[in-house]
Structure formats: C-alpha cells, structure tokens
C-alpha cells in the first residue's frame, strides 16, 4: 500500500520547500528536512542579504567565535544537492507571497526578530540614544547598519536591561583594540572603538539578581577584562537565605556566586569600570540642551510579592552620553503573511501558521526571542515534524509551478541579483584570506554593493 506521499512526492517531483530567512533556525529546518527519510525533499532557503547565517553573522558577539563555528555544520546542509540558497531576494518584493506559493508546496517562515523594543520613557530619540540591536547590527557590519554614523563620545554609557544581549554590548563597549583584534568586528566599529572615550558602563536591572536573564559565563567575561573593573553594590545583590533557598536553577545560583565575588573585590584601578546595578529602573533620558543625552534619571525599585519591580521613589541620575536599551528583540511582519503585532509573532500552533495550510515557521518569529542558537534546533525539528505530517497525509496545497527553473526565470525576469551559496563561498574565502594578513580571525565585507561587485571580480578573474 502507498501512503498519499509516496503517490505524490518522489525524487522526480520532490516536495518543494521554499525556507525564507537563512538564520539558524532556517538552516535548522533545513536540515531537518533533509534528515526525514519519508519524504524526497528539495529546499530553497531564501535571504533578503547576500549572505546566510543571519543572527550567528549578524547578532553573536565579534568576541564569541566559538559560538559562530556552528556555521560548519550550516555549510554542510547548504552545501546538500537537495538545496539552495538565494541570497540577496526579498521576500515579498522580488518574490511575492502569491509566487511563493505558486511555486513550492510548503513555505516556512524563519526570519527572526528583527527590530526591538522601545521602553516607553521621555527622551528616548535623542542623539545618542539607540537600542542595543542597532549597536550590535553596526559592529557587526550588518550591512542594514554600516553606513550608520555612530558617534563614540560618551564617557557614560547606560545599557538597559539586563539579559546577555546587555553584557555583549558592555563588554565590547569596554574591552581594548587588543582584546578586540582578536574577533571578526567590523573595521569601521574596531576604528571607532579604538577612539572611543567611555570610562563608566552601567548595565541596568530592573529587578534583583535572581531575575536577571543572562548567564554566568558572559557574567565571568566582565571579571576577566584587561582593561575594565566589574563593580557591584552589595546592598543590591543582597537576597534573604529564604529567597535563596527557593532558588532551584542552577545559572542563577551560580550567578549569584559571581555577583557576589564582583561585590567583594577591591577595584584594581583599570581605565574602565561596568557598574552591573539591581533594582533600578529608567525614568527619563535626559536632554543636554543641544538634543543629545545628557543622563538618565533612574529610579530605585523594591520586589513585590510576585518578584514585579515596584518603584520607590528614591531617584538618581547617572552621567551618561549614549543610552542603549537592550530590552528584547521584537519580530517583523511579512507582507502577506499573518502577524500578531502585540507578541512580535507568526501566529501558529506548534509551528502551523494559523489558517494557512501549507505554511510553517520556527525560531524567533514562531516563539519570540528567547533560548540561545541551539534552542532554534529543537523548534526547527518540531515545526518539521508537522509538515512532512501533513505532506504524508496529503494536506498540503499543491504548487502550479514547481521547478527551480521557473524560480529562476521569474527572478532573473524581476533583475534579482541572487547570490548563490557559491559566492557567499568565495566572499568567506576572501574575508578569511583579508583577515589572515591583517592578524584577525575574519575581515567582513559589509556593504552589499561590495559583496555583489566581489563577485563581479571573482567572475571576470576565473574568465581570465
Ligand atoms: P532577554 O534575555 O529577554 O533580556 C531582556 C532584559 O530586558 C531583561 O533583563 C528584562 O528584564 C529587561 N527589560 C525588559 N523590559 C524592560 C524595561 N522596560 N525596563 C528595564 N528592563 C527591561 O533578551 P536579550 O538580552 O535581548 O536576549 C535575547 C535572547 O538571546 C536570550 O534568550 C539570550 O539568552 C540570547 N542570547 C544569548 C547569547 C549567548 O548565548 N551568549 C548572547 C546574546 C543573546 P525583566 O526580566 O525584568 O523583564
């Protein structure tokens, strides 16, 4: 007997899958469905950049290579026969909801979070107050951000919020052009960074040490710097031993222990100090007269019963000159693609998209931004499940147009410049090559112009 998958998707009419966004959980997804044996597979994975990897490129930290040598396995499944990557094509613009849908069987939606959320107090679009997300997108040399003009010249820097998106942007606000050399940032943030004045970065939280987000080996980080001190409040780490004892998790715990040991170290007098505070939260960015920052009033919070902050009002300013809130990412919407607007979301149930057959999503965009990359594997696995599910059970709407030769021409009909796997190759060779004679793990191309006219060159070079 054959299942309706068998009678419908063989190896010379494969279920055709179009994953639009290359992140980690697009490049999960697509991994997944190369591992399922029920169902001949072929996957086109999509970016509106030239380059895949998305927020293991564009959001982990310069300083984290080892968290980026995930892209190994990334090449491997990209590499796949069964698949393609086509970068540089905006969905929605150079392939339209309804042509997606004409040409594949199945579409997975795994574009992230891509924008961020804003903290709702006076001043927060003065000169030198931005969220963490832009910061990051600008080291990083996200090509959304390159040309950004970013003005380091605060010596006060306040970073809001206090999860490992926070202590990233601390961290390499404060460490020396020496530690940085070291990792792939951006020349353009490396320069700047270099002449950067700041002295004093407070990370803020709005609640105690239990609460905060981040992890201790990112905490670790601040008392391992060259050139930074980690400077602590005792009173604001302090917690009742019937508070602790209700503690079950083992990070918190442990961050605790780190907090502690920073609270009890006598500063060793480096150029630079992080304040990690508790219990305060941002009122009101302050204007200096002339539009830009000129401090944040914070103010003093205590727990109520339900570990909520409550304000006391008990207030403080803090010197700064650059605010950066680091409060969460929040997705975007696709056009024609349902969206909650509120939770940032696809909405969808165990990566379904509501009322849509024949449409998934997985990663940020399916449950917002929480969990660290590998998280993103897992989520990938399961929305996966569902759809060769549904694909056995002869669910899926089938496509009108379902060849890679009719994606193609309709793109090269539309002047879609897409960028293949094998170029995103050759410009990872070239920036590795750039970063070896400068001394550096990495040199990345950011501008997009750049990475299409690499090619270019590329393309002449080997016609001789
Ligand atoms: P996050 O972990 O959710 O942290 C957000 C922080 O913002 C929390 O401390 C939160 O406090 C605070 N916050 C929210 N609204 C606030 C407000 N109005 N005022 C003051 N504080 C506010 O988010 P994230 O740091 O952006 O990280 C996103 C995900 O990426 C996380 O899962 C993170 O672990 C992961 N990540 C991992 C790494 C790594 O593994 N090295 C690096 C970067 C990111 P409350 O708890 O009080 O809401």
Redesign the pocket.
Known sequence: MTTPSQQHFTPERPLRVAVIGSGPSGVFATEALLKQAEVPVQVDVFDRLPTPYGLVRY???PD?LT?KSVTKGFEKTLSDPRVRFLGNVEFGTDLTYDEARAHYDALIYTVGASSD?R??IPGEDLKGSMS?TEFVAWYNGHPDAAAREMVLNATGVAV???????L?VSRILVKTVEELQGSDIAAHALTALEQSPVQDVWV????GPL?????TK?LREFGELSGADPIVKPEEIAVSEAEEAQVSDNVVKKNLEVLRDFAGRTPGGKPRRIHLRFLV??VEILDDGQGNVGGLKVEKNRLDENGN?VGTGEYETLPVQMVLR????KGVGLPGVPFDEKRGVIPNTEGRVEGRAGEYTAGWIKRG????IGTNRKDAVDTVAHLIKDAQAGTLPTAGQPTRAAVDALLKSRGVDVYSFEDWQTLDAHELAQGQAQGRPRAKVVHKHEMLSHRRKEMQRAEG
């Open positions: 959001g982990v930290a984290h968290i959320r903290l709702g963490a809001v919020g206090v999860g490992n998106v926070a990233d803020l939280g709005r609640r609460q905060a987000k981040f992890t990112e939260s941002p902050a680091s409060v969460g990412y931004p929480s969990g660290v």
